[in-house]
């Protein structure tokens, strides 16, 4: 290109650079927000197939116990990660088999014969359900 003295240039402007780190960080956003969606919806997915292992294990346990295990009197509706081991430890025989990477808490409470095993995610968005019949619930995700 030559500008008006006829000397010619090679290079951008300032202002072709700003755009370009403009475009640039718009799609970083959107690319991040998209990831953080991703990430959220597959821990939810991960937590949903725990709860339907422990709803296996259940039945397993109970046919050779004749009785539920339970972690928990009762389980509350928020975050706690203190009734995982006793989980992994009573039904699989390792205490850390629920990955605490998932950021949920699971919990399982028996009564009158039937369980419900609950997990809640850690900001308490999110509380997904299992009783004796083998749904799974989303009672806020």
Request: glycine share 8%; proline share 1%.
């Amino acid at each position: 290109m030559i500008n008006k003295r006829g000397k010619s240039f090679k290079g951008f402007t300032l202002i072709e650079l700003l755009v370009v780190v403009a475009v640039i960080g718009t799609l970083a956003s959107i690319g991040v927000y998209a990831y953080n969606g991703y990430i959220s919806s597959s821990k939810q997915a991960s937590a949903k197939n725990t709860l339907m292992q422990i709803g296996l294990a259940q039945t397993e346990f109970f046919s050779n116990s004749s009785y539920y295990f339970s972690s928990s009197d009762a389980c509350p509706d928020t975050y706690s990660d203190t009734d995982n081991s006793n989980i992994g430890t009573g039904l699989f025989d390792n205490a850390e088999y629920i990955d605490k990477a998932l950021e949920f808490g699971f919990c399982i409470s028996e009564t009158d014969g039937n369980f419900q095993a609950k997990a809640v995610s850690k900001d308490g968005k999110c509380i997904l359900t299992l009783d004796d019949s083998g749904s799974v619930k989303d009672s806020s995700c």
